[in-house]
Nanobody, 124 residues
Framework: QVQLVESGGGLVQAGGSLRLSCAAS????????MGWFRQAPGKEREFVAT????????YYADSVKDRFTVSRDNAKNTVYLQMNSLKPEDTAVYYC?????????????????WGQGTQVTVSS
């Protein structure tokens, strides 16, 4: 079992920044791929970013590319999502997820464990 706990969400004005954190349990964290997804009210969960186990490979949704950065600290069993130049359309509950196979994906069903989510609200 892997447990994930997200933090860092909140209310920010458009153009501002937030950094989300996701702390994971599990002794083999460094071998997992990690993903960030978000879900706005009335919409499906959508892919935001992923980082492979090696941390050398990242991939972003077009909507957040050049504004968001995903990173990981394997010593702390933590993955981060730095969000800059936030827009009102970024408002959603943000979830982190683990893919045991170590390779990231853009589809939710390829992830094995999920956090409880953290709310991000961007005001205009």
């Amino acid at each position: 079992q892997v447990q994930l706990v997200e933090s860092g969400g909140g209310l920010v004005q458009a153009g501002g920044s937030l950094r989300l954190s996701c702390a994971a349990s599990g002794r083999t964290f460094s071998s997992y791929a990690m993903g960030w997804f978000r879900q706005a009210p009335g919409k499906e969960r959508e892919f935001v970013a992923t980082i492979a186990w090696s941390a050398g490979s990242t991939y972003y949704a077009d909507s957040v590319k050049d504004r968001f950065t995903v990173s990981r600290d394997n010593a702390k069993n933590t993955v981060y999502l730095q969000m800059n130049s936030l827009k009102p359309e970024d408002t959603a509950v943000y979830y982190c997820a683990v893919a045991i196979d170590g390779y990231g994906s853009v589809v939710p069903y390829e992830y094995d464990y999920w956090g409880q989510g953290t709310q991000v609200t961007v005001s205009s």
